[in-house]
């Protein structure tokens, strides 16, 4: 078992930044990460992932060139750095850990286990 706890949510104006944080309760350098994000009434969708040694990124469309993936396997800790935040941005964001991936998963199904959630609101 793995618990992740997500931090670093909460309210920016449109156009600012927010860092956020991942902790895992055990050592997870040989899983893939990911963020997914869950508006109001929306499906939980793929927003970034790494693969266990950081070699390789992926993002969503809608954050491509404004979110930035990275992780400490040493902290056991992943990070969503958000810049340009936009309205359409707001969520819910989660955490996620792959432990049978070998490649970075765009579905909730790939992921075992879940953080449980951190709000991100942005104002226009």
């Known amino acids: 078992q793995v618990q992740l706890v997500e931090s670093g949510g909460g309210l920016v104006q449109a156009g600012g930044s927010l860092r956020l944080s991942c902790a895992a309760s055990r050592r997870t350098s040989i899983y893939t990460m990911g963020w997914f994000r869950q508006a109001l009434g929306k499906e939980r969708e793929f927003v970034a992932g790494?693969?266990?040694?950081?070699?390789?990124?992926y993002y969503s469309d809608s954050v491509k060139g404004r979110f930035t993936i990275s992780r400490d396997n040493a902290k056991n800790t992943v990070y969503l750095e958000m810049n340009s935040l936009k309205p359409e941005d707001t969520a819910v964001y989660y955490c996620a850990a792959g432990v049978q991936l070998t490649r970075i998963g765009v579905t909730t199904s790939e992921y075992e286990y879940w953080g449980q959630g951190t709000q991100v609101t942005v104002s226009s």
């Open positions: 790494i693969t266990w040694n950081g070699g390789r990124t």
